[in-house]
């Protein structure tokens, strides 16, 4: 008790219960309580019940007006749990990495960082960390008097690894790995979250993009998300190749762009450019082009054409660029909707836009993959 009081703040605002006994109202004083975050001790998940390196920390102590008890578990890479049931339920916010789990005779679900995993009452499942990653989810579940957590066996290497995966879940695998990792760096590029832009940059050069193909996502990216967060991109990208070539890694620098001539006639280049991207020829101008002739030169002369015929991207890859930037930018989501036709116009299966969107909610975050699944739904009605 001494120990609870002094990890515990009691605030000055007091919370007042009032109940009946013996038909005489009394009222009851309870004070608000803090309790600071790392007051609760982390302590090691025991062997019997999971496999691997497991942390548990509490992140509040119990409290028996409050039926429910709720943990950060740190799952190691490749650790999980034991098949077990819960009494009430478990709900699993997956916080960092990704998560599976997996109920008994069911497909392996997969679920990433703000993803919420309800595991019913009574229903044998177990849940731990991807092969590669580090998991953490907050377990919040219900006490029941009198009954606890059933643990049953471990969950073999074999359980683990194997079985199929729901078909949601599947999505991001439909995409090859440099593509996911297109949609990382352009995503994160986009938003200017460097420290996680760098991550994903040593990923992508991990997954096989050579330097020049990544050098070409940055500089697509500035005719969607201006110059700032391009220049900041390509800093941040020149530090992770020193600090990779410290290491004595190697990296492939790829295919040379192609310039085109000044003397080219740029305007009908972007405009035959934009006619094979989009199938659609003849197009009449639109509203902003007839109204500010200019940007529509710039539009053609520029992205469709300097941009666009330099090569070392293909245009699937290029229109993979441009829907993870413009899914980073809040306010263009009728830009982002005729992208993505023009992203499955080059190719990209409806699989593979649903693994875009896993992959942004994996590496952008799940508001802004939400957002961009809203439009992809109109995109695939429109098309059927
Ligand atoms: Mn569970």
Same mark, same amino acid.
């Given at each position: 008790?001494?120990?609870?009081?002094?990890?515990?703040?009691?605030?000055?605002?007091?919370?007042?219960?009032?109940?009946?006994?013996?038909?005489?109202?009394?009222?009851?004083?309870?004070?608000?309580?803090?309790?600071?975050?790392?007051?609760?001790?982390?302590?090691?998940?025991?062997?019997?019940?999971? #496999?691997?390196? *497991?942390?548990? =920390?509490?992140?509040?102590?119990?409290?028996?007006?409050?039926? &429910?008890? @709720?943990?950060? /578990?740190?799952?190691?890479?490749?650790?999980?749990?034991?098949?077990?049931?819960?009494?009430?339920?478990?709900?699993?916010?997956? #916080?960092?990495? *990704?998560?599976? =789990?997996?109920?008994?005779?069911?497909?392996?679900?997969?679920? &990433?960082? @703000?993803?919420? /995993?309800?595991?019913?009452?009574?229903?044998?499942?177990?849940?731990?960390?991807?092969?590669?990653?580090?998991?953490?989810?907050?377990?919040?579940?219900?006490?029941?008097?009198?009954?606890?957590?059933?643990?049953?066996?471990?969950?073999?290497?074999?359980?683990?690894?194997?079985?199929?995966?729901?078909?949601?879940?599947?999505?991001?695998?439909?995409?090859?790995?440099?593509?996911?990792?297109?949609?990382?760096?352009?995503?994160?590029?986009?938003?200017?979250?460097?420290?996680?832009?760098?991550?994903?940059?040593?990923?992508?050069?991990?997954?096989?993009?050579?330097?020049?193909?990544?050098?070409?996502?940055?500089?697509?990216?500035?005719?969607?998300?201006?110059?700032?967060?391009?220049?900041?991109?390509?800093?941040?990208?020149?530090?992770?190749?020193?600090?990779?070539?410290?290491?004595?890694?190697?990296?492939?620098?790829?295919?040379?762009?192609?310039?085109?001539?000044?003397?080219?006639?740029?305007?009908?280049?972007?405009?035959?450019?934009?006619?094979?991207?989009?199938?659609?020829?003849?197009?009449?101008?639109?509203?902003?082009?007839?109204?500010?002739?200019?940007?529509?030169?710039?539009?053609?002369?520029?992205?469709?054409?300097?941009?666009?015929?330099?090569?070392?991207?293909?245009?699937?890859?290029?229109?993979?660029?441009?829907?993870?930037?413009?899914?980073?930018?809040?306010?263009?989501?009728?830009?982002?909707?005729?992208?993505?036709?023009?992203?499955?116009?080059?190719?990209?299966?409806?699989?593979?836009?649903?693994?875009?969107?896993?992959?942004?909610?994996?590496?952008?975050?799940?508001?802004?993959?939400?957002?961009?699944?809203?439009?992809?739904?109109?995109?695939?009605?429109?098309?059927?």
């Amino acid at each position: 008790m001494k120990k609870l009081l002094t990890s515990v703040v009691l605030l000055g605002c007091l919370l007042v219960s009032v109940y009946a006994q013996g038909g005489k109202e009394v009222v009851q004083e309870k004070p608000t309580q803090v309790e600071r975050k790392g007051a609760q001790a982390s302590s090691k998940a025991p062997e019997a019940n999971f #496999t691997g390196d *497991v942390l548990v =920390t509490p992140f509040f102590s119990d409290n028996e007006d409050a039926p &429910y008890y @709720g943990s950060y /578990v740190t799952f190691a890479p490749g650790a999980r749990t034991n098949w077990h049931n819960h009494p009430a339920g478990q709900r699993l916010i997956v #916080t960092e990495g *990704v998560c599976w =789990t997996q109920e008994e005779g069911g497909e392996k679900i997969i679920a &990433y960082p @703000g993803d919420a /995993v309800w595991c019913p009452a009574g229903v044998k499942h177990w849940h731990g960390a991807s092969p590669d990653t580090t998991m953490t989810h907050l377990a919040i579940g219900g006490r029941v008097p009198g009954k606890s957590v059933q643990w049953f066996e471990q969950v073999s290497d074999e359980q683990y690894l194997s079985g199929t995966v729901s078909q949601e879940s599947a999505a991001v695998s439909a995409l090859p790995a440099r593509q996911q990792s297109i949609v990382a760096i352009a995503s994160l590029a986009a938003f200017g979250d460097i420290e996680r832009l760098k991550a994903a940059l040593g990923e992508g050069l991990d997954a096989g993009l050579s330097v020049n193909e990544i050098k070409e996502v940055l500089i697509q990216l500035y005719a969607y998300a201006g110059f700032p967060r391009s220049l900041n991109a390509i800093n941040a990208f020149n530090d992770v190749i020193k600090t990779r070539e410290g290491s004595g890694i190697t990296d492939t620098i790829g295919a040379e762009p192609t310039v085109l001539p000044r003397t080219a006639d740029k305007y009908a280049a972007g405009r035959t450019n934009l006619e094979r991207l989009s199938g659609v020829t003849n197009a009449p101008p639109a509203g902003y082009a007839v109204f500010v002739p200019t940007i529509e030169v710039f539009l053609k002369e520029h992205l469709f054409a300097d941009i666009f015929a330099r090569g070392v991207l293909t245009w699937q890859d290029r229109e993979l660029t441009t829907i993870s930037v413009l899914s980073a930018i809040p306010g263009v989501n009728a830009q982002l909707q005729s992208h993505m036709g023009l992203a499955m116009y080059n190719g990209l299966d409806e699989a593979q836009m649903r693994a875009f969107i896993a992959v942004l909610a994996e590496k952008a975050g799940q508001p802004t993959a939400n957002n961009a699944k809203t439009v992809l739904e109109r995109v695939l009605a429109a098309r059927k």
